[in-house]
């Protein structure tokens, strides 16, 4: 139940959530399912307040409801009207505004709001109702925005995001939907049905789920904790498209407009170098979520500083290093590559009682708050995480190549599957499950799972199971935890602006890579190694060393070796597997013919290298590739 009654209960309006469009939706077209957490002090009977995209309701709280509980309501269908554009004669703005007129919808009572598709939402004046027109002005670049043709275009593995009507974003893969055809609406609807080891993609759900990822949504709006809005979808998709070095100029300024100024009150945090972690972790759960987007004066016990920056850099390079350090089983190193941490498969919460799994996910949201202040503060931290886990930050699709980063082996073994005959399918005696290497423990990959056998008819859901499990199943309680903590202190939306590959440039910044040791450390192979003197080596090592810059540079080890960072022992220290093997650096010549684009091999930190006839090809098909898909080639 819904009301517009001005009655309060509870403190601040909670944003009601849209139910998944997967999920059932009401059958009255002109209602919308949403979902809201039952504030604390509410009782049975009690109404509290909620928003959604700015118009408060009053929703009672349900006979069986309890204090955080989620609850389903249903609430109107946001009206929409198109607006038409028309400039008046006396109209003298300089062109930075334009006029519209707009017919109010059916139902719109005076000074209610309703949507527009251009942006924002306008009220009702007090002397109009539905039906009528009314003209009013917007900023002209805002106001021909319409959110049907708003698109962030990101060039990687063929995903972009669009405006919902309920305005949130959603991904679409290829062309616009408006744009396909019968046939690719048929292979989509093939796709939805049947898992596809190369088109099939999921995004996460905060609910910790997986689903398919033109079902997933994000939210379009940017609000501080108060309340107020300080960007929306058209300023997101604006930024969008920006150089890498300006979208970063342009989330600083959005974090200093979510930031609490220091004369409303700052945070003081006190901390003993013996007992680091525990008092980080006290000082960040310690406190409100809307403390986090105060500034921070850090303090060292028995030690004498004034912190202007240097002791909270301090504090956070050094409790990174507690929180990623293997030892505490948190956090371990990727198998495929040793310098990318994972979540860690100790705390499985294999036989761990209550209070452990509560400690053990506390720590998470811990990590999370941890993670997401140090960017909002423009802090580094210089530790790479695993491809996938940008990808759930970003609520970015994943998909089952990204296997080939966290478990090589089985991103190869599944695959081969897929070549079997229906007897030698048999043979591998495979079932639903999958055996923890740490624990030993069978987990069914779906209900029933070990009494199901692996057949060439359900091989693809088999494989699908698989993928679900290692890219988020297997952690996924750990993972809401820290998804939770992060979006508590930067918004999910603004987030939104960045690729996975810039999230990592982001959160461990640019290095200051040696190229000479570069050189110095690699080894060159295939047609190459026949001709070490050959023109494309040299040409290589100029653009590297003197065109590129850091950022190039650091995209193109990205590309080469799944990471933009470089061992503490510089490139003699690369490594390829989980037993700490080195692998230097190398580069394979190959010929023209077989492709004119540089790939990749991250996980033996290989280049293919083409024979280019000219300096200028070369870095012009080099920019190409290290700003589309990092790890894979293009042919």
């Given at each position: ?31 919308m ?26 929703i ?10 989620r ?27 334009a ?5 109010i919808?059916?139902g719109?009572s ?25 003209r ?14 708003v ?93 890498y ?14 930031r ?25 759960l ?31 390079s ?5 929180i ?23 705390p ?44 759930h930050?970003?609520?970015?699709p ?9 478990d090589e ?41 070990e ?86 080596i ?37 490594q390829?597997?989980?037993q ?11 010929d ?5 684009y ?13 024979l ?7 870095k ?16």
């Amino acid at each position: 139940p819904a009301s517009t009654s001005p009655r309060r209960h509870g403190g601040t309006p909670q944003e009601a959530e849209p139910v998944p469009a997967s999920q059932p939706q009401h059958s009255d077209p002109n209602m919308m399912y949403y979902t809201v957490a039952i504030p604390e002090g509410v009782n049975r009977g009690d109404q509290f307040p909620i928003t959604r995209s700015g118009t408060q309701f009053m929703i009672t709280c349900p006979q069986d409801g309890l204090h955080g509980k989620r609850v389903r309501i249903a609430l109107p269908r946001l009206r929409t009207s198109n607006l038409s554009p028309t400039r008046t004669p006396d109209a003298d703005d300089g062109g930075e505004m334009a006029t519209y007129e707009v017919k109010i919808p059916p139902g719109v009572s005076p000074g209610q709001r309703f949507a527009l598709m251009a942006n924002g939402r306008i009220t009702c004046p007090a002397n109009a109702s539905g039906g009528k027109t009314i003209r009013f002005k917007l900023p002209k670049a805002i106001g021909e925005a319409d959110f049907r043709t708003v698109k962030l275009s990101y060039n990687k593995e063929g995903w972009s995001r669009t405006v919902r009507e309920d305005m949130t974003f959603q991904w679409v893969y290829g062309s616009d939907k408006s744009e396909e055809d019968d046939e690719e609406k048929d292979e989509k609807e093939d796709m939805a049905s049947t898992f596809d080891t190369e088109k099939s993609a999921f995004v996460r759900q905060i609910t910790t789920e997986l689903i398919a990822a033109d079902k997933g949504s994000m939210p379009t709006s940017v609000k501080t904790y108060q309340g107020v809005e300080v960007a929306n979808y058209d300023m997101l998709a604006k930024a969008q498209p920006l150089t890498y070095e300006k979208k970063v100029i342009w989330f600083r300024q959005y974090c200093q407009k979510l930031r609490i100024p220091w004369a409303k009150g700052h945070v003081e945090v006190k901390v003993n170098r013996d007992d680091l972690l525990e008092d980080a972790c006290k000082a960040m759960l310690g406190v409100a979520a809307v403390n986090l987007h105060r500034y921070w004066k850090v303090e060292f016990e028995s030690e004498e500083a004034i912190d202007c920056g240097g002791v909270s850099k301090e504090f956070y390079s050094e409790v990174a290093k507690h929180i990623f350090d293997p030892d505490l089983g948190f956090w371990g190193y990727s198998a495929v590559n040793q310098m990318c941490m994972q979540i860690g498969n100790s705390p499985g919460l294999v036989g761990l009682d209550e209070e452990e799994r509560i400690y053990q996910f506390t720590n998470y949201r811990f990590f999370g708050r941890f993670l997401g202040k140090a960017l909002f503060d423009g802090h580094i931290i210089n530790i790479p995480l695993v491809r996938h886990l940008y990808k759930h930050i970003l609520g970015w699709p994943v998909c089952y190549d990204d296997l080939q980063f966290i478990d090589e082996k089985k991103h190869k073994s599944l695959r081969q599957l897929t070549e079997y005959t229906e007897e030698e399918l048999s043979y591998c005696c495979l079932d639903f499950t999958v055996t923890e290497e740490f624990t030993k423990e069978i987990i069914p990959l779906k209900p029933n799972g070990e009494n199901i056998d692996v057949t060439k008819e359900n091989l693809d859901e088999y494989i699908e199971c698989h993928t679900r499990y290692l890219l988020l199943d297997k952690y996924k309680l750990q993972l809401k935890e820290l998804l939770l903590g992060f979006y508590e202190v930067i918004p999910e939306g603004l987030m939104s602006i960045f690729d996975f590959q810039e999230l990592e440039l982001l959160m461990c910044g640019l290095r200051d890579i040696d190229v000479d040791d570069w050189k110095a450390n690699t080894v060159l192979c295939g047609l190459y190694a026949e001709n070490k003197e050959h023109p494309s080596i040299q040409w290589f090592w100029e653009i590297v060393g003197e065109d590129f810059s850091q950022e190039q540079k650091a995209r193109l080890l990205q590309f080469a070796t799944g990471t933009s960072g470089v061992p503490a022992g510089g490139f003699q220290k690369l490594q390829k597997n989980e037993q700490g093997e080195i692998c230097y650096f190398n580069i394979v010549g190959i010929d023209l013919m077989e492709s004119r684009y540089p790939k990749a091999a991250t996980c033996f930190n290989r280049l293919y290298l083409p024979l280019y006839e000219s300096k200028e090809e070369m870095k012009e098909m080099l920019s190409m590739v290290i700003n589309l898909e990092a790890g894979f080639g293009m042919e």
